[in-house]
């Protein structure tokens, strides 16, 4: 009999059922578990969130929650319906969305956060992994990397801008870079499990050692460290053992509200009104996996 060598591993969900519209009922069905019946209650609502938050929303919620019923081919085809919107959004010019800021906020549809657009990759690669396609998976989280790179390259020259300006905010951004977003441990987590699956053994090395890389050089956001030991991640094992890697997310994106401020204009103000992102706390504190009469705790990689 095969021994079963054991690696965990958890982060927490970026992407979850985010909307003005009341879905109490979808997340119940969501917290206990019943995922079917979760993605059948937001598609009975589906036109109504259409309507006020747009087709971004809509399909990455209807994406994520096809993922958790597994129902891996049409979660990708959501989830790129909503990759290409915020592709869309994002050439948009500037200009344009400023023109709608200030005649009225409420104009502009939802165009995505940066982190949902990054990590509609992450949950594309798992429906692909899902589907037996590997090399795809692959595909994808190469191109949330790309992705990565793009937003450096973005945050810095924004970056450089306010630092050459004679503007208040150059003093809370001195020594700031657009690090942030040149790695991610679950990224490089996943691809090394991949690329062993597809006996790449260089991409398995590289991805490894990235991932190790990451809590070192993004230390101020992975501020719990490195939580995950590395020693039993080998790339061949004996013909009696076999890897099982188990995958775990907890928690939901942070809760966006609205917040605005009254701008001086002659004699007169100007509102503007603009999202501010909240913490969301959740009262899982850790993860427990049983096999057998082995009860063992997952590992946090990211949050």
């Known amino acids: 009999m095969k021994k079963l060598v054991l690696s965990f591993i958890v982060v927490l969900l970026f992407i979850s059922c985010t909307s003005t519209v009341n879905l109490k009922s979808?997340?119940?069905?969501?917290?206990?578990?019943?995922?079917?019946?979760?993605?059948?209650?937001?598609?009975?609502?589906?036109?109504?969130?259409?309507?006020?938050?747009?087709?971004?929303?809509?399909?990455?919620?209807?994406?994520?929650?096809?993922?958790?019923?597994?129902?891996?081919?049409?979660?990708?085809?959501?989830?790129?319906?909503?990759?290409?919107?915020?592709?869309?959004?994002?050439?948009?010019?500037?200009?344009?969305?400023?023109?709608?800021?200030?005649?009225?906020?409420?104009?502009?549809?939802?165009?995505?956060?940066?982190?949902?657009?990054?990590?509609?990759?992450?949950?594309?690669?798992?429906?692909?992994?899902?589907?037996?396609?590997?090399?795809?998976?692959?595909?994808?989280?190469?191109?949330?990397?790309?992705?990565?790179?793009?937003?450096?390259?973005?945050?810095?020259?924004?970056?450089?801008?306010?630092?050459?300006?004679?503007?208040?905010a150059s003093s809370y951004l001195k020594g700031y870079r657009g690090q942030y977003f040149t790695n991610s441990a679950l990224a490089q987590y996943l691809t090394m499990i991949f690329s062993r699956n597809l006996k790449d053994i260089n991409t398995f090395n590289l991805s490894k050692q990235y991932f190790a890389n990451s809590y070192v050089a993004l230390s101020d956001y992975y501020t719990s460290g490195q939580t995950l030991l590395l020693d039993e991640e080998v790339y061949e094992y004996p013909s009696s053992m076999a890897r099982v890697n188990f995958l775990a997310f907890n928690g939901l994106i942070p809760v966006k509200y609205e917040k605005s401020d009254a701008i001086p204009y002659f004699n007169t103000y100007i509102r503007i009104a603009y999202p501010v992102l909240g913490e969301y706390r959740t009262s899982v504190s850790k993860i427990v996996v049983k096999v057998a009469e082995n009860t063992l705790q997952l590992n946090l990689v990211e949050s």
């Open 26 to 168: 979808t997340e119940f069905k969501l917290q206990d578990g019943d995922y079917n019946a979760a993605f059948d209650d937001y598609v009975a609502k589906s036109k109504v969130v259409q309507a006020q938050q747009g087709d971004i929303v809509l399909n990455l919620d209807l994406g994520m929650l096809a993922h958790y019923d597994s129902k891996y081919s049409e979660s990708n085809t959501l989830l790129t319906r909503a990759e290409d919107s915020i592709t869309e959004n994002f050439t948009q010019s500037v200009t344009a969305k400023i023109g709608t800021f200030l005649v009225n906020d409420n104009t502009a549809a939802y165009r995505g956060e940066d982190y949902e657009d990054i990590y509609i990759n992450i949950f594309k690669s798992l429906n692909y992994y899902h589907l037996g396609k590997i090399e795809s998976s692959m595909v994808e989280l190469r191109r949330m990397s790309e992705k990565q790179t793009k937003l450096e390259v973005k945050y810095n020259i924004q970056t450089d801008k306010i630092l050459s300006s004679s503007s208040s």
